[in-house]
């Protein structure tokens, strides 16, 4: 499993803060940022954007993943993910996630504290579903 220096996390932590800050959740109240690291060093972040039609809201999470695949990057080197309380991502976040690599290092940065926690996405989605389970072609 990849492993990220303490610089790389402090990084990735920050940034996910910073895209926090640009959350748009007036129905939720409850913001949330994400960054990708990825393979050549960049970093992309997303926000959560929420829609008054409540099932068409963004999480952060996708946000992020999809403006990286948007850019040409499928492979990543970490995420990092800060909220309230450093909550881990929701489920379809973590199925949508591991469409590009269960081993990815997550951190989950608590905004009430700085606290960061460092898992990978294995530990949070076990027995997952990827292409691995899909039917080969005929």
Same mark, same amino acid.
């Given at each position: 499993?990849a492993?990220l !220096?303490?610089?790389? %996390?402090e ?5 996910? *803060?910073? &895209?926090?800050?640009?959350?748009? /959740? ?15 060093g960049? *970093? %992309?972040? #997303?926000?959560n954007v929420?829609?008054? !039609?409540?099932? @068409? ?5 996708? !946000?992020a993943?999809?403006? &990286?695949?948007? +850019? ?5 080197? #970490?995420v990092?993910?800060?909220? *309230? #309380? ?11 996630? +591991?469409e590009?690599?269960?081993d990815?290092? %997550?951190? @989950?940065v608590?905004l009430i504290?700085g +606290?960061r ?9 076990p !027995? ?5 389970? @899909?039917?080969?072609? /005929?």
């Open positions: 499993m492993k !220096s303490d610089r790389r %996390i990084q990735l932590a920050l940034a996910a *803060v910073d &895209a926090c800050g640009r959350a748009y /959740a007036p129905y939720s109240r409850f913001e949330v940022g994400a960054a990708i690291l990825l393979e050549d960049q *970093v %992309i972040a #997303g926000c929420e829609n008054a !039609s409540y099932g @068409l809201s963004l999480c952060a999470e996708r !946000s993943a999809a403006a &990286a695949v948007a +850019a040409g990057h499928r492979k990543w080197r #970490g990092a993910i800060a909220s *309230v #309380g450093g909550v881990p991502p929701c489920g379809a976040c973590r199925q949508f996630l +591991a590009f690599g269960l990815v290092p %997550i951190i @989950l608590n504290d +606290a926690k460092v898992c990978h996405l294995s530990d949070l989605l !027995s997952s579903f990827g292409p691995d389970d @899909l039917p080969e072609e /005929a």
